[in-house]
């Protein structure tokens, strides 16, 4: 398996697993995020193809999709999402109904949402009327 990722933590935990192939994306570190991010990041992603995206999400909504707290993040998001042939969010329910300054993506490019069960009951059906594979842990 290999595993793809911009976060420094990621790449740390997974290299110290020893288990993985890992790819740590390169450009400019984001010393908040502990993550790289910018064109050379982006440019990386948009010659890879992978199976599966999985990303986090800061905040969600149906009506106006992923997004992000700044652009950078929200540009190298939308990079994993246009890589990936499946893209997997996880996310608490306290996400729900929030939004951040940069949009990433609207909520159909979602394909499996993985959350808690305190997920807003308008939310859900909304997620689930579009297709998206809600899976409650």
Do not use: Y
């Not at 993040?73 to 306290?94: K, M, Q, W, Y």
């Not at 109904?97 to 949402?113: E, F, G, K, N």
């Amino acid at each position: 398996l290999t595993l793809l990722t911009d976060s420094l933590i990621v790449a740390n935990e997974l290299l110290h697993q020893g288990v993985h192939q890992v790819i740590l994306l390169g450009g400019m570190i984001d010393a908040a995020e502990f993550a790289v991010r910018g064109t050379l990041a982006r440019l990386i992603l948009s010659e890879l193809q992978v199976d599966k995206v999985v990303l986090g999400a800061k905040a969600l909504s149906p009506e106006r999709g992923l997004s992000a707290e700044s652009a950078e993040e929200a540009e190298i998001l939308r990079a994993f999402i246009n890589a990936g042939n499946h893209v997997i969010v996880v996310t608490d329910s306290s996400k729900f109904h929030q939004s951040a300054l940069a949009r990433v993506a609207p909520i159909d490019a979602i394909h499996t949402l993985v959350t808690d069960t305190r997920i807003p009951a308008d939310a859900l059906a909304i997620i689930q009327e579009k297709g998206i594979f809600v899976e409650m842990v």
